[in-house]
């Protein structure tokens, strides 16, 4: 593929689905950028350690949220551009950055973005590439990048930890109000997270060498309010009917006040996953 911008598909009822719940976010933003956790600071130095990235370094982000990446990598020097498709979302992101004379929030969805002349140093994409379409988004990674550039991605799950006997009762407030909630889901345990999918997919692209592998857990504690917001932001969540969300929320509510004290703790594995471009 060359450089620019790359031809769409027709839409598929998968690829509808997936923008219209990646839309989803830009509904509460501020509510987003509030109840969204960062990543851990271990993960910053893994990037810097694999990719090189530091001052000075070219960045491309791509679907940056309301910043929870881009503020400590502009913090460590980088010159980012990122790439976001709501625009309540990347109007946050420039607030969180003001200040930040290297970094620039472009509103634009990353599939029709017209890539610059000059190629990037590193392609990022935390919690966000599984929204950019699928026959789209490696070989146009590979595209911004200067040869031996890197395109890191992370990707973040809950796993089994923290407060393990509230996440397995919760999963009867689940079952009530989502259909669609398997019996008995439980967290897989860290080790059992499986990046084969990921790594296979940028290995058939041809354009990168392997990937390399870095993981890191966090146990992050919510009091009720807090996990209710956290909830919200989820795209499951926000996509269900009203009354269902709000039977889902005043259940997980009543649980985490009734018997957990209110608070929980919930574990994160973050896994970064970074390929250098041939």
Same mark, same amino acid.
């Given at each position: 593929?060359?450089?620019?911008?790359?031809?769409?598909?027709?839409?598929?009822?998968?690829?509808?689905?997936?923008?219209?719940?990646?839309?989803?976010?830009?509904?509460?933003?501020?509510? !987003?950028?509030?109840?969204?956790?960062?990543?851990?600071?271990?993960? !910053?130095?893994?990037?810097? *350690?694999?990719?090189?990235?530091?001052?000075?370094?070219?960045?491309?982000?791509?679907?940056?949220?309301?910043?929870?990446?881009?503020?400590?990598?502009?913090?460590?020097?980088?010159?980012?551009?990122?790439?976001?498709?709501?625009?309540?979302?990347?109007?946050?992101? @420039?607030?969180?950055?003001?200040?930040?004379?290297?970094?620039?929030?472009?509103?634009?969805?990353?599939?029709?973005?017209?890539?610059?002349?000059?190629?990037?140093?590193?392609?990022?994409?935390?919690?966000?590439?599984?929204?950019?379409?699928?026959?789209?988004?490696?070989?146009?990674?590979?595209?911004?990048? @200067?040869?031996?550039?890197?395109?890191?991605?992370?990707?973040?799950?809950?796993?089994?930890?923290?407060?393990?006997?509230?996440?397995?009762?919760?999963?009867? $407030?689940?079952?009530?109000?989502?259909?669609?909630?398997?019996?008995?889901?439980?967290? &897989?345990?860290?080790?059992?997270?499986?990046?084969?999918?990921?790594?296979?997919?940028?290995?058939?692209?041809?354009?990168?060498? &392997?990937?390399?592998?870095?993981?890191?857990?966090?146990?992050?504690?919510?009091?009720?309010?807090?996990?209710?917001?956290?909830?919200?932001?989820?795209?499951?969540?926000?996509?269900?009917?009203?009354?269902?969300?709000?039977?889902?929320?005043? $259940?997980?509510?009543?649980?985490?006040?009734?018997? !957990?004290?209110?608070?929980?703790?919930?574990? !994160?594995?973050? *896994?970064?996953?970074?390929? &250098?471009?041939?």
């Amino acid at each position: 593929m060359t450089r620019g911008t790359p031809p769409r598909r027709d839409d598929t009822p998968e690829e509808s689905l997936r923008e219209r719940l990646a839309g989803i976010f830009d509904e509460d933003a501020e509510l !987003y950028d509030r109840a969204r956790p960062g990543y851990p600071p271990e993960l !910053y130095d893994d990037l810097a *350690e694999l990719t090189g990235a530091g001052p000075g370094s070219r960045v491309l982000e791509v679907g940056c949220g309301t910043g929870q990446a881009t503020v400590p990598l502009a913090g460590r020097g980088c010159r980012i551009t990122a790439v976001e498709a709501g625009p309540h979302m990347a109007a946050i992101a @420039r607030r969180n950055l003001a200040g930040e004379a290297e970094a620039e929030v472009v509103t634009a969805r990353f599939e029709t973005w017209p890539l610059p002349p000059e190629p990037y140093d590193m392609v990022v994409s935390a919690t966000a590439f599984h929204w950019i379409d699928p026959a789209i988004r490696v070989a146009k990674a590979a595209d911004a990048l @200067r040869p031996g550039g890197a395109l890191a991605v992370v990707r973040g799950q809950h796993v089994m930890g923290g407060t393990e006997e509230f996440f397995a009762e919760v999963q009867r $407030c689940y079952e009530r109000f989502d259909p669609q909630t398997p019996p008995g889901l439980r967290p &897989p345990a860290a080790a059992d997270v499986d990046a084969s999918d990921h790594v296979r997919e940028v290995a058939r692209s041809g354009r990168f060498g &392997p990937t390399v592998l870095r993981r890191h857990t966090q146990d992050l504690t919510f009091a009720t309010t807090g996990y209710l917001d956290l909830l919200r932001t989820f795209s499951g969540h926000r996509a269900l009917p009203e009354a269902a969300r709000d039977g889902l929320l005043a $259940c997980v509510a009543a649980l985490i006040d009734g018997r !957990y004290g209110g608070r929980v703790t919930k574990r !994160y594995l973050f *896994e970064l996953a970074v390929s &250098p471009r041939r």
